[in-house]
Structures are given as C-alpha cells and as structure tokens.
C-alpha cells in the first residue's frame, strides 16, 4: 500500500529512501492510525485558507503541483483574500514538488526569501 499511495505522490518514481522512511514512521507507537487517518481525510484541513493562513500576517508562499489528494479550488479566493499569500505551481509535478523540482524549488524560495 506505501507503493500505491506514493506512487500517486512522485512525478516518477518514488525515492527507495522515502518509501522506508514512510513504512520505519508507520511502526511507531500510534503510527498504526496514521493510514487509517488518511483513507478517512482527517489529515487534511478542508478550510486551510481561513483557519491556518488567513490569521498570520507574514508572507507566505505556497508551491504546489497535482496532488492527487487535495485541490487547490480556493487557492485563487485565498491569495485574492490575502495580499501576503503568494503561490507558484511546479507543472508536472505531484504532491510534493519539493521533491520532483528541488532545485526550482530552491531558486523560488530564495527569490521569495530575498524580497
């Protein structure tokens, strides 16, 4: 099932070092719950915007790509809503872009650091 699941996660293939890290967590105590969580949503926040970004007043930055698992539907109400909430989309890459694109992710976190 980690194969399964993280396939959906990388743009290619999952990182060998990824899938042990995922299976070494899930055998910790109360690592059990953990998948049990995810198949019910209850590792995601449906109202991310306004109950974990909306509050804060520094700048933020999002990078996203195609996550299979959560939309990005309000994503133009949120940075329309908040002036400090930036967002950039890696094309071609899944739910963790940062993995797929690291050094794009790199040059635009430094950019948005710098300003």
């Known amino acids: 099932s980690l194969n399964f699941?993280?396939?959906?996660?990388f743009s290619g293939e999952t990182p060998?070092?990824?899938?042990?890290?995922?299976?070494?967590?899930?055998?910790?105590?109360?690592?059990?719950f953990a998948p049990l969580y995810f198949v019910g949503g209850q590792l995601f926040t449906p109202a991310a915007h306004t109950e974990l970004y909306a509050p804060l007043t520094l700048p933020i930055l999002a990078i996203y790509g195609d996550d299979p698992n959560v939309g990005f539907d309000n994503l133009p109400a949120a940075l329309e809503s908040s002036p400090n909430l930036s967002a950039i989309r890696f094309d071609n890459t899944r739910a963790l872009p940062h993995?797929?694109?690291?050094?794009?992710?790199?040059?635009?976190?430094?950019?948005?650091?710098a300003e």
């Open 5 to 9: 699941f993280l396939g959906q996660t």
């Open 16 to 32: 060998p070092e990824y899938i042990e890290y995922a299976y070494l967590t899930g055998h910790q105590i109360g690592g059990h």
């Open 99 to 113: 993995w797929d694109e690291v050094d794009r992710t790199i040059t635009e976190m430094t950019a948005f650091w």
